[in-house]
Structure formats: C-alpha cells, structure tokens
C-alpha cells in the first residue's frame, strides 16, 4: 500500500514539474537580441524648468522630447540630450489650459495631449500655441471619460484610450465618432474588451495597437478593425507576471522604426521589446533609483535612429537608453 | 474662579477654531496600483464642494482628504465613490483639523 501511495505521489511530482517546464517553454521566452544599454537621465522632483512632479507622458519629434508633467500641468520640452528648450501649459479647465496631462503623440506637426482631468484631447503647436480641444466629458459617442493616450492617423483621424470608458475611440480629425472597440464602462477580459486602457499606437499600415492597462495584455486591431491577437502572461487574459513577455500593469506603447512595439510595464519596472507578431525580444531597466533604473517607468517614446525615452515616474525624471551593438 | 474662566474661554475658543478649520479623513482603499487610480479619485474627490486638499498614497493605500468647515464626507457617499473609480472602499478615520 505504501509503495502505491509513493508512487502516485512520485507520478503527481513528476507531472507537476512536467507542467512547469512545459509553462516555462511555452510562456515564459528567452530574449532574442542584445537588449539596450542606459545612456543618460535628467530631472528630479520640483516645478522649477527641468524639474518634475509626476512625469506620465513622453513622445519625440525633430529632435525633440516632449515630457507631460502631470501635478505642474505643463507640458515640457528638451533636447535629446536632456537640456530644456521650453514648456506650457498651465493648471486649469480653459484652453490650453491642462489637467493631469498623460500619454502623448505629435501628428503634422502638432501635439495632441490626452488632458485625463478635463476629458479631452487637447492639441497645441509645437512652440506650444493651443489650437483646439476634441471631446467633453461623457460616455457618449466622441466624449470621454478620462482619456489616457491618443494617436493620430495619416489621414488625421483620431484613436482614444477611453480610461474609465473601457473603450477605444476611433474619431474624425473634428472629433466626429467612426467607431468604438470594448464595451462603454464595462471592464472585460476578453479579446476586443478593456480593462482601463491606457495608451494607444499605429504602425504605419494602420494596424493598432492597445496598453490594455490591468489586463496586463497588449491588444492588436488590423486596419479593418477587426481583432488580430493579444499577448501577456498565458493566453493574454489578465495574468500578471515579472517573466519575459508578460506584464504587472501596462500604461504606455510606442512603435519603433523597424516595428517592434515597445511596452512600459509599469510595476516590473522595465520596458519590453516584441516584434510586431507579439514575440518577446529583450528588456530593460529594474527596479531602484541609479542609472539604468526605474521608479514605475510609465511612458516610453522611441525615436527614429531606436533611441529610447522613459518617463521614470516614480524618480521624476527622463531616461535615455540606446541598442546594444551586436 | 478667574483662573477657571480663562481656561474655559481659551478652551472654547481653540475648539471654535479647529471646527472652523474643518475636517481631515483618511479612508483605506484596496486596488490602488497606479498614478491612473490616483488622478481618477482625485478627480471624484475636488468635485465634491468643500474638499480642499487631497493625498493618494499608493504604496498604502491611504486616502487623504481635508475639507472644510461644514463639509462632511459619508461612508456610503464614500463607498459609491471608490467603486466608481474602481476601487474598493475599506475604512474611514476622522480628525478636527
């Protein structure tokens, strides 16, 4: 009897180191390229130019960084190399004016701000004149109801990270409803549902891409709008992790110039690289405040020769990072 | 008896100012994991009138509210709030400011 028993215990051990090693092949993948090394950082925590209190939104441009600064409600803009060129933006609900400004993304020319507080898409030159504002607060078709990411088009149309909406907002460059992805105000956990998304990316064949924030997932929707696939954790349904290619919280997505999408997982503290099929390539980061580390890295920004910006929320400030060379 | 008047007076008077300068609650909220919970009950919170200050600490999950004179935060105007911003209410403490 007691050797039965052995044995089906030795059977059940077997089985369930079996599943590990099977989960730890399927699920958990090996970086495929070099990764990237840290170059520089800048800011601390303050309002004075240069300083920050809660950096939550970052995107490039001409060689430009532009860096939301959430509590100072301003919008700041530096160099490559971290030296500051110019801010606006003030507190407030009037034009121009920003509540917590988050993710970011210039389009002709043009930087279009997801304001979370005001519930709009605000949307200022370059040197920082406003131009106009899309949406008012709402869960009804082109409102909002606290967006946290927006990009724009070629053609100039509009996609939303509709937060609290638990949707994603596809609108005319006037503000004009196309469509919707999700379900208005219901979390889900499925494919084509939300659970507070954050951010939002276009490749340049119009495929999108979603941070579907706690689901911990990055979702992908073809040109035609229908859904293509999903990646984080197993089968990409709200199971968080620390592994390779899965998340604890995603709040920001960039394409880089050769198509990979970059993600910052917000509570990993790094940023993952997948190619645009969702397959893992490498990391980086860790968590701690010396060089080449995060605080809860929020935003990522990729620029045209694969730099790469982060928004070091916890750490109120910028990271620069470059590819390893091979 | 002079003595015992001006501690009185003095006693009623600081009460009267730390009525008038209102009330600090702190609630304990679970599912709180980033600055997008944070700025969504911020925004809950500084609609309702009298709220002067507010702190979210994540790493706790501790909400800070102070507001002011004659302003009186509910546990189930509070419980409503934080299941709309989607999180789940858990206590409330509060002192005279």
Redesign the interface.
Known sequence: MQRIILRVLGGITALLLGLVVVTWLIWIPSAKEPGYVFVAAWGERGSAPGQFNDPTGITVYGGEVFVSDARNARIQVFDFDGRFKRQFGTKGDGPGQLGRPMNLTVAGDELYVADYWNDRVQVFALDGTPRRHIGKAGEGPGEFNAPGGVVVSAKGDLYVADFYGQRIQHLRADGGFIKQWGNTGKVGIWAGEFNYPTDVALAPDGTLYVADGYNDRIQVFGPDGKFLRKWGGPFGMNIFGPFNGWFTTVTSIDIGPQGNVFVADFYNNRVQKFTANGVFLSAFGGKGREAGQFDKPIAVAVANDGTVFVADYGNNRIQKWRPKEK | MKKLMAILMLALVWNAAAFAAGTQYQMRVDGL????CA??IE?KLKKIKGVDKIDVDLNKGLVTVNVAEGVELTEPQMVKLFKD??FTYRSMTRRPL
């Open positions: 994991a980033c600055p997008y700025y969504g925004k911003a989607g």
